[in-house]
Each structure stands twice: as C-alpha cells, then as structure tokens.
C-alpha cells in the first residue's frame, strides 16, 4: 500500500491549502489516520489525527486552524487556513491500527506507524 500526498505549494501568511492523502488501495480504512510535519534539524510533529469514529485531535499549534477530516474510503485532508511562517515544512500523511487512543499517534515518541507518505512542502511566507 502507497500513500501520496498532495496540495502542497507555497502561499503567503494568513492563506490557505488543502492536503489530500490518497492511499493507493480502496477501500483503505485504518484506525489512525494522521498528519506530521517536520522542519530541517527538528523532530518530526505531529499535527492531526482522526481516528475511525471521526473523533479528531490536533497539536496546540494549529487548533482552530487546521482541520482533519476523511471520504470514509481511501482518502483523508488537512484543511490549512491562517496559514503562518512557522508552518512551513514538509507534511506526511499516515496511518495505523495498533494505537489505543489515536492522540498517541501525534505523541514525538510512538513508532507505531505502519504507513507512510513521501511528503509534499508546503511553504508560508510572511
């Protein structure tokens, strides 16, 4: 199974994108499905999560800001609006089946991913 990515670009502060993940088998439905970020010389973050009930979690970061939501077959979206400088990263999409809670997903320490994406760039200029 392949996730890509897309919807990245380059946008100016306050603007908006919309990723799409798109798994490459349909239907594709996992417990977890997650976006992270991650910035040259930092950790990866993780940046939203919705889980198979559609209960969604968020990094204090973007709350309010960003949204995760899902088709319910093989493809789910980070809605990006007040985008700022400090988002600018790459962006991945995952997903997996083997968290409790799906909040753990977006914790720097689980490595319980089973799928990933290759990543789109997203770029927010000031």
């Known amino acids: 199974v392949q996730l890509r990515e897309s919807g990245g670009g380059s946008v100016q502060a306050g603007g908006s994108l919309r990723l799409s993940c798109a798994a490459s088998?349909?239907?594709?439905?996992?417990?977890?499905m997650a976006w992270f970020r991650q910035v040259p010389g930092k950790e990866h973050e993780g940046v939203a999560v919705?889980?198979?009930?559609?209960?969604t979690n968020y990094a204090d970061s973007v709350k309010g800001r960003f949204t995760i939501s899902k088709d319910g077959v093989n493809t789910w979206f980070l809605q990006m609006d007040n985008l700022k400088p400090e988002d600018t990263g790459m962006y991945y999409c995952?997903?997996?089946?083997?968290?409790?809670?799906?909040?753990?997903?977006?914790?720097?320490?689980?490595?319980?991913?089973?799928?990933w994406g290759q990543g789109t760039q997203v770029t927010v200029s000031s």
């Open positions: 995952a997903a997996e089946d083997r968290a409790l809670y799906c909040r753990a997903v977006l914790s720097p320490t689980y490595t319980g991913i089973d799928y």
């Open positions: 088998v349909s239907p594709f439905r996992k417990d977890c």
């Open positions: 919705i889980g198979e009930d559609g209960t």
